[in-house]
């Protein structure tokens, strides 16, 4: 550490950081406008500046940039002193010459860095009566609203967009005075991350587009600690609510997952919640002559108990979608051997596989930001900025880990940007991409290999068998030994090398080939150390799923097929989607009843004899376990409208009324979460993922929303003229309500991120331990998962034989391959139109054209698609999109191409 | 014409060979096209883009950046005239003047006849010969009001 004098006072300081990250981890305020932590430093606006002296005699001193500055040994500076306090006013004074001062009218307004930043430089009169510079905005697509008159040329969202994210199209354009920032025309910006702008930008110049059709302050909202369920990854998010609905999703920091950042489709998922299709009461679909009836709580739970009563044989269908708590209660009511998963085989194997090798083998799985510190990275088969945007974007980042190093070796700080930018220039890697069809990584690829997911798995065992030769050998693999050798070296070299696999292949071969990878890299290096190996599960809760056991949902329609199911409760799932509206029909026709719980209406619940409403992410609480392995908890936002409620409240209600004496006991969220924890010794851990519900400070609860929370009284007025009594939470430390402990609660349970001078998003420095570190009093959520280390056995590649057929292959989109954000209009609007990717030469051989419509068939499934042609698409592969509209999902996995007629 | 002409090519092809990779050449490539067709129209923006891999928005970026790239029409000859403090001091407001009269033109159109185009520069590094005027590759000065007119005689 380092003895540093701000104003006369010394302080210790890591001397490796710069003076704004220390100044602002001491709680000072000095304003800045081009810094972000997540960017590093450029120097370009000039605001954070301050005063250097030499010594101690020096009261002159010369004016810095605090950014740009090392926090070295003995450094003396002032913040207050009288030359940079003039200038910082007059720097503020000139990036705001021609902004519009239009904030009421903004939706940046209250949360604004902007606003913060010339309050707290001083600058509270405007003397310019220049005219402004104004520009014409441009339309970027349905997420994103633009307003370029407001900006202050700071460049963070080019630097975050192009360099951090590797977008294409969003660029500064022009020079001096008339600098703008935007695409070559009018158009959605094509980067899954472009959301983050609307948190990057200083100001308004972009912003949410969801949140403006529904607007509301961020001193209105009411938030929760949450997490996103629209992937596997875990990202955690802050949902803020209104009136019921939730008005928009933001990026919650977590030091060791998502950082900063968050992907669109985690961003503007959100509005299924407030989905047309959105189940709000109890149904009987099938009621008095088929039409659908609402039924009472009462009425339905009683219905649900009587078939649970009547039925010999009931078998429950987890979701991979819905929390530990209700998949736990689901297979409590059904027993474990009535247990299946709502997914395909392929899925259900994929993610059975990645727990093991995580749980039996010697390599860690990495949190994302331990991926972007990565040095050597191969993926096998997975298109990640589809499947685990977010998991992507920490590779971009891993790839610049050696080219930095090299920079920092030629003495260049860590957070000097400019410089290391320079230095880097274009290396990047080493990243080894092998992949079905080009992917968006593709650009930052040291080599890229176009493989079909058999030559993939078996290149992957090939690679493993040059590390360790113990690996066993497979017939069949098809990669030149130049290409074998130049990975095995990259892993055994690196210091922290990085195998990614997912179930985006539908291949089970592949994820244990990745495993392999990892696994064998021990033998070759000689500190012994197995890759860390991260996959990519599909679903928010794919590996919590799989981690409480059961059987894939091909098994439930078989069994139902042989007659011995009496009844099926459905979980939060659409077998429709799933398995095809033919193979579902069959199934809820030959079970004698179904019941549905689903936030949303789909065909499978169409059919179902009892729906349920059941809570969404935003409306409940539950656990839910990441790719990771790591369980995060989610806390209800706001308490939904009566009767929805969390499904396992559902279970637990009919399990009550039909006998099921040890429902009784999961009297809260808490209470169940335990429960699951003694019963799995793999969750034994769940309760330590957040602070429980008698957590107090200063003996209150923390409130959900901000101190200036407006017009309580009068929300419901139209319903009463009393206010009603907000609902009480007894399942966090939380509260429905603007009242709360006055003191500053742990970052962990955090709801408004606001501190005095500070109401954007860059308030985060008053919540992190240090910058760039863990929230303060530690980051939430708890790993289940750690590698058991040594000795261990290779896992069991199994290749399907050599087949002439095309061999398919899902295509992940970011935009609709997941079910519900593929509801949010916004997302739905960028999602893809249903196709069938082949390669060129391919097509020829089939004798398919560009459009020509084929027919794919799977287990009782079709879909008729429309031929795309795609050149670097592998040979021997037909791509289908995963999980839209009318293509079921067990069509990209399994489909068969019906050519020829 | 948007596709890129064989001579075109050739000149850009002759920058790339000499340069580490194909987007360093985007400067040259672009003034090329500029020589060769007077300004750069959006299809020969995306011609180029195409060529050198890049994508639009960011050979735009560059595009707009230096202003001797035009992405607006211009007449067959470009009167830059300095607009920096030297030659605003000698009096380059009254040249400037005289240059939009002799024209019928403003600065940034395209005369009538297709021949002339006047722009204000800075700067053309010309103080001890302020005001300062440059045309095509020529530059003049000082310059006064009134020997605007015989100036822009020679370029016919």
Not at chain 1, 64 to 83: K, L, Q, W
Request: net charge negative.
């Amino acid at each position: 550490m380092a003895t540093i004098w701000i104003d006369g006072v010394s302080y210790e300081a890591d001397p490796s950081r710069n003076l704004l990250a220390v100044i602002l981890e001491l709680g000072f305020d000095l304003p800045y406008f081009c810094w972000h932590p997540a960017l590093g430093s450029i120097g370009a606006c000039r605001q954070c500046a301050i005063t250097q002296f030499r010594g101690e005699d020096d009261h002159q001193g010369q004016v810095v940039m605090a950014c740009m500055t090392p926090a070295a040994e003995g450094a003396r500076v002032s913040i207050d002193h009288a030359s940079a306090a003039t200038l910082r006013k007059s720097v503020i004074e000139w990036l705001m010459v021609s902004h519009p001062h239009d904030c009421p009218v903004c939706d940046e307004g209250g949360e604004c860095h902007l606003q913060d930043m010339t309050v707290m430089a001083g600058h509270t009169y405007r003397r310019s009566r220049l005219p402004k510079r104004t520009y014409i905005s441009q339309d970027l697509g349905p997420l994103i609203g633009h307003e370029m008159n407001r900006c202050i040329q700071c460049y963070r969202c080019v630097r975050f967009y192009r360099e951090y994210a590797g977008g294409h199209d969003l660029q500064a354009m022009g020079t001096r005075d008339r600098i703008y920032f935007g695409r070559y025309q009018d158009g959605p910006l094509e980067s899954e991350f472009a959301g983050n702008l609307v948190e990057i930008c200083p100001t308004g110049v972009f912003t949410d587009k969801t949140q403006a059709r529904h607007y509301t302050r961020k001193w209105d909202l009411q938030t929760a600690p949450s997490i996103c369920t629209h992937c596997g990854v875990g990202c955690n998010i802050n949902p803020g609510e209104r009136y019921g609905a939730l008005r928009r999703v933001r990026a919650r920091y977590h030091g060791a997952v998502n950082g900063y950042f968050l992907c669109d489709r985690g961003r503007y998922g959100y509005e299924f919640e407030s989905s047309d299709r959105r189940i709000r009461v109890p149904l009987a679909p099938r009621g008095e002559q088929n039409q659908a009836e609402e039924l009472s709580v009462q009425a339905a739970v009683t219905r649900v108990a009587k078939i649970l009563t009547s039925s010999r044989r009931v078998i429950g269908v987890g979701s991979p979608r819905a929390t530990i708590e209700s998949n736990y209660a689901l297979q409590r009511l059904v027993g474990a051997d009535g247990f299946f998963h709502a997914a395909c085989a392929e899925e259900h194997r994929s993610s059975l596989a990645a727990l093991d090798a995580l749980r039996e083998g010697p390599s860690r799985s990495p949190a994302l930001r331990e991926i972007e510190r990565c040095d050597a990275v191969v993926v096998l088969g997975e298109d990640l900025t589809q499947s685990a945007p977010m998991m992507a974007l920490a590779i971009r980042q891993a790839a610049l880990a050696i080219p930095r190093s090299v920079a920092e070796r030629q003495g260049i700080p860590p957070w000097h940007d400019a410089a290391i930018r320079e230095s880097v220039q274009s290396a990047r890697g080493p990243v080894f991409l092998l992949s079905p069809a080009p992917t968006k990584l593709d650009d930052l690829a040291t080599r890229v290999y176009r493989k079909t997911p058999r030559a993939i798995a078996a290149a992957g065992q090939a690679i493993a068998r040059a590390l360790d030769p113990q690996v066993p050998a497979l017939a069949g693999d098809e990669m030149d030994r130049a290409g074998i050798e130049e990975i095995a070296r990259a892993l055994t070299v690196a210091e922290r090398p990085l195998v990614v696999a997912g179930s985006g292949t539908a291949s089970e071969a592949v994820i244990n080939a990745a495993a392999n990878l990892a696994w064998a890299t021990s033998a070759a290096r000689e500190d012994d150390r197995a890759a860390e190996l991260a996959y990519a599960l599909p679903w928010a809760n794919s590996a919590g799923l799989s981690l409480l056991g059961g059987a894939p949902l091909d098994e439930a329609l078989a069994a139902a097929e042989r007659g011995e199911v009496d009844a099926a409760i459905i979980l939060e799932s659409d077998l429709d989607r799933i398995a095809g509206p033919g193979p579902a029909e069959r199934f809820l026709g030959q079970v004698r009843h179904a019941v549905v719980l689903d936030h949303i209406a789909h065909p499978t619940a169409a059919r179902a004899d009892v729906v349920l409403p059941a809570a969404t992410f935003a409306e409940g609480h539950g656990h839910l376990v990441n790719s990771e392995g790591r369980a995060q908890r989610q806390m209800a936002v706001f308490s939904p409208d009566e009767p929805i409620r969390e499904s396992w409240r559902w279970l637990r209600e009919a399990m009550m009324l039909a006998g099921y004496d040890e429902a009784d006991s999961w009297t809260g969220a808490e209470a169940i979460a335990e429960a699951a924890a003694r019963d799995h010794p793999a969750l034994a851990r769940l309760p330590d993922a957040q602070l429980s519900a008698d957590f107090r400070l200063g003996g209150a609860k923390v409130a959900r929303a901000p101190h200036r929370y407006s017009g309580r009284a009068a929300a419901k007025l139209h319903l009463n003229v009393l206010e009603p009594t907000p609902p009480r939470d007894n399942d966090s430390p939380l509260e429905f309500s603007m009242e709360g402990s006055p003191v500053l609660p742990p970052g962990k349970i955090e709801t408004t991120f606001w501190a005095p001078g500070w109401s954007s998003p860059q308030a985060l420095t008053r919540f992190q331990e240090e910058i760039d570190g863990p929230l303060r009093g530690g980051d939430p959520g708890v790993r289940l998962i750690e590698p058991a280390g040594e000795p261990f056995a290779y896992r069991d590649v199994a290749l399907s034989a050599p087949s002439p057929e095309l061999a398919p292959t899902p295509v992940v989109a970011a935009f609709g391959s997941e079910e519900l954000s593929a509801l949010a209009p916004g997302i739905a609007a960028l999602a893809p139109r249903a196709f069938l990717e082949l390669n060129p030469r391919d097509a020829a051989s089939l004798g398919l054209a560009d459009d020509d419509v084929v027919s794919v068939r799977a287990r009782g499934a079709s879909a008729r698609l429309s031929v795309r042609l795609e050149p670097g698409r592998a040979q021997g592969t037909a791509g289908i999109p995963l999980g839209l509209e009318d293509i079921p999902v067990a069509l990209s996995f399994a489909g068969e191409l019906i050519t020829g007629s | 014409m948007a596709a890129l002409s064989s001579a075109e090519r050739a000149e850009i092809d002759a920058e790339i060979a000499i340069l580490p990779d194909a987007r360093s050449a985007s400067i040259e490539a672009l003034k090329t096209v500029q020589r060769h067709r007077r300004w750069i129209d959006d299809d020969a923006l995306g011609a180029v883009a195409e060529y050198l891999d890049l994508s639009k928005h960011e050979l735009e970026a560059i595009a707009s950046f230096y202003n001797l790239l035009f992405r607006k029409p211009v007449g067959r000859h470009v009167v830059l005239v300095c607009d920096s403090v030297s030659c605003w001091i000698l009096g380059n407001e009254a040249v400037k003047q005289a240059l939009e009269d002799s024209l019928g033109a403003a600065f940034g159109e395209v005369t009538r006849d297709d021949r002339f185009t006047a722009l204000p520069m800075q700067c053309l590094g010309a103080c001890d010969r302020g005001p300062a005027l440059m045309i095509d590759e020529d530059l003049h000065g000082p310059v006064q009001p009134a020997d605007v007119s015989e100036l822009l005689r020679r370029y016919p």
